[in-house]
């Protein structure tokens, strides 16, 4: 069974033995102890939120490694393009 994470204390669960469970907004969240339910009823958003912003963090790492090392080459290979063109017209 794949591990869901606990929003409120970060730990890795397996559905099938959490100590509590939620829905929230049609999705169900899982928890290791009835404390961390609690906690998670009492604002959900809080950790939902908490928990979208790390992700959205990870993606734009990601994204912004892409473009950096791809926008090099294909810079340093267009200003090769335009030379060879610039050389052809002065021709
Ligand atoms: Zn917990």
């Known amino acids: 069974m794949e591990k869901v994470k606990d929003l409120v204390c970060g730990m890795m669960i397996d559905p099938a ?9 049609g999705k169900k969240y899982y928890f290791c102890a009835k404390g961390c339910k609690i ?11 908490a928990e979208e912003k790390a992700e959205s963090t990870q993606v734009s790492v990601l994204l912004l490694r892409w473009p950096t090392s791809r926008g090099a080459g294909h810079r340093s290979l267009s200003t090769e393009e335009r030379d060879a063109h610039s050389e052809d017209c002065a021709d």
């Open 17 to 25: 033995t959490a100590a509590a469970t939620s829905e929230y907004r």
């Open 39 to 49: 906690a998670f009823d009492k604002d959900p958003e809080k950790f939902i939120r």
